[in-house]
């Protein structure tokens, strides 16, 4: 399931243009990276753009609903945004699944900088709209 999830998201145009990256993943969650580079990430104060930090949680919440076979999509997404990570650094997404029901999931995501730093925290509710065909039932 790894391999096929690392390949499918290796070949995903926004999570190559943000430079997104899998780290890690096991059921119910992963560990995504993605750099802040002042030239694509930064918003006109010269700050991560929120709606970056955003994708990457969305993307790492979406990726860890994935470990467990299911095809999602985000229904609702809320993200508080705790403290700018740096221009030039490189930040981790966090995603666990906190509710794996029949029709959603519902999972949580911590954003974070150098030192573990906490950046953000989102939180969103994915309906399953189908399951992976390499996985059995879940």
Request: glycine share 10%; hydrophobic share 45%.
């Amino acid at each position: 399931m790894e391999h096929y999830l690392r390949k499918i998201y290796s070949q995903n145009s926004f999570v190559n243009l943000l430079e997104m990256k899998l780290a890690h993943m096991e059921p119910g969650k992963s560990e995504l990276t993605m750099p802040v580079d002042p030239a694509k990430h930064t918003n006109l104060y010269n700050v991560a753009h929120g709606g970056a930090l955003a994708s990457l949680a969305d993307t790492a919440m979406g990726v860890a609903c994935a470990t467990l076979g299911r095809r999602v999509v985000t229904l609702e997404l809320n993200m508080n945004f705790i403290k700018a990570p740096e221009p030039g650094t490189t930040i981790r997404g966090l995603g666990r699944v906190v509710h794996n029901g029949s029709r959603t999931l519902v999972v949580e995501c911590e954003i974070l900088g150098a030192a573990d730093v906490l950046l953000g925290k989102a939180r969103g509710t994915f309906f399953v709209v189908g399951k992976f065909d390499i996985v059995q039932e879940v």
